[in-house]
């Protein structure tokens, strides 16, 4: 029997699947040129292979070198991309605060590189779909019993998403297909009965589902149940149109990062959108020149009739019986068109390299050139971030933010971090640091700066040292270091640093000359 709640959440999907088609028509065409692996927003059949009419494959790895960019940029598994600290500076100097700060932030990296590196796995993926489709889906299940957490990238086709009044997406519907095998392994005997038949005779057999993660309506945050969290989750079985199972979860489980909304689309752009147009143009051109050199290599031959060809060999070392006349004159010739394959090879390059612009070549090569200063290397990281801040404080704020909020609370949730010393569970106010080579090239602007002064003033300064009273020594330092990606574990506390200077200064102050005591019956 159907449930009236089920069916809502289908017809609330199907109105979502109408909203998004005027995008899949696009993705349709994008998956064709530039990653026909990662298609599957209509049925394929088998007899037709993705990217059968792909003839250059230059938008495709420019897509995978951005993602692959990105990947190793931001969310690198062989290097800290993330710390966590308080949102007071005073209190990361605290010894008890700085320990167990620096002790979650290790348990957390454990959590991201736990199952096999599963995380770094799939947020290649999400990268991938970013810059091709311009919206990525990625989900973090709740902890398990053993306090392990559970991470994937959704596949675009299977999403249906919305905004809410902030635009920012808090609702999902992911329609999935699942064996009856599968399903019966997740809910056993929750499953409607034809389900558990279907598990028991034909376990293969494919059912679809629907999963809908939204705000819930009747959230109380004092129950112990699932109204007392604030999003609900339900899943539908959609032919019997009735629910599954329900629960919830206390903070939004999917990241929905954008790479653009400039359209104002609920969905994102991509820099795939921007070079479809010289994608679908190089490979119209590549097939051209495909043929052209073709007919360059093995060219028609000309013949007085249809009888005069009958017999012609035409295979290398091919005897052609009657092709002279008595006079010698060839009776059959190649046809030549005329055409300049260099000319077209030449027109496609251009194309090429258009494509690779779009897709931000040139500013992931930063390969170091020798004999550079540090102040010409900093200048040349803020020139190049400055293009890509927009499209990576984006991804920041809708897939790195509440990923690492999300982990945090569930891993805290699960009992994995040691108990909180008092000076921090009092204030409560932490914040991510981003470590990762992009971020730290991000705040290359301050480190620029702070160079570009102290060579401005170094002339003036010969003259008169006293110019440098103007700045806080330790303060410059310590923008350098921050700038160059020194850890922070080598820098040492203020505290630590006025604690030697004075030790210093106590060292080297001249020592008194003790005087003899005198007399006991004085002087």
Known sequence: MSDQNALEIIRRQERLAADRAPFEREWREIAEYVAPLRAGFEPRADSDPAGRQRFDGTAGMAAENLAAGLWGAITNSATAWFALRHAEEELNEDAQAKAWLERATGIMREAFAAGGMRFYGRAVDLYADLVTFGTGVFYVDDADADGRLFFTCRHLSECFVAEDEREGIDTVHRRFDWTARQAARRWGAALPPRLIRAAEKEPERRFPFLHAVMPREDYAPRRRDAKGLSFASVYVDV????????????????????????????????????????????????????????????????????????????????????????????????????????????????????????????????????????????????EKMTLLAPHLGRVQSEFLDPLIDRVFRALARAGAFPPMPRVLAQSGRLKVDYVSPLARAQRAGEGNAVTRTLEALAPLAAADPGVFDNFDADQLARTLAEAFGLPTRALRPMKAVEALRAEKAAAAMPQMPELPLPPPGGF
């Open 239 to 382: 032919e019997g149109g009735t629910v599954i199972a329900e629960g919830g979860y206390a903070e939004f489980p999917y990241q929905v990062p954008r790479w653009s909304t400039r359209a104002r689309r609920v969905y994102g752009d991509s820099p795939a959108m921007l070079a479809l147009a010289d994608a679908r143009m190089l490979n119209a051109m590549s097939k051209t020149t495909l043929v052209a050199a073709q007919k360059a290599a093995d060219p028609p031959l000309l013949v007085p009739d249809e009888a005069a060809l009958r017999g012609v060999r035409v295979s290398p070392g091919g005897i052609i019986y009657g092709g002279v006349d008595a006079d010698g004159r060839a009776l059959y010739q190649p046809l030549a068109s005329g055409g300049s394959i260099g000319l077209g090879l030449e027109l496609e390059d251009r194309r090429r390299q258009a494509i690779r612009d779009a897709f931000y070549a040139s500013l992931l090569l930063m390969v170091p050139e020798p004999g550079r200063t540090a102040t010409e290397v900093l200048a040349r990281q803020e």
